[in-house]
């Protein structure tokens, strides 16, 4: 079984940043991808960028140029660095990990980090 435990939330000013951080525990051989996805208040959860193990990027059109997606595999670790934040950016972020553990293929999602941004 893979945990993922999510941290870096909060309430930030429009423009301002925050780091996200999501560490993967438990019986892990190997990581595929990771990434990061977001519920607004009273919409459906969305992709918000997504890193392959090689570190191929790729990020929705609405924060490409202001979010970074980046990790650390020595770690087991990714980060979403958002910079320029905007009101539209409030949610609860998650992140999703994929991959093999000592038994099986696991897909994982953490519990969920607030960030409220402010006008």
């Known amino acids: 079984q893979v945990q993922l435990v999510e941290s870096g939330g909060g309430l930030v000013q429009a423009g301002g940043s925050l780091r996200l951080s999501c560490a993967a525990s438990g019986s892990i051989v190997s990581i595929n991808n990771m990434g990061w996805f977001r519920q607004p208040p009273g919409k459906q959860r969305e992709f918000v960028a997504g890193?392959?193990?090689?570190?191929?990027?790729n990020y929705a059109d609405s924060v490409k140029g202001r979010f970074t997606i980046s990790r650390d595999n020595a770690k087991n670790t990714v980060y979403l660095q958002m910079n320029s934040l905007k009101p539209e950016d409030t949610a609860v972020y998650y992140c999703n990990a994929n991959g093999w553990g000592t038994s099986r293929a696991f897909s994982s999602w953490g519990q969920g980090t607030q960030v409220t941004v402010s006008s």
């Open positions: 890193i392959l193990s090689g570190r191929s990027t």
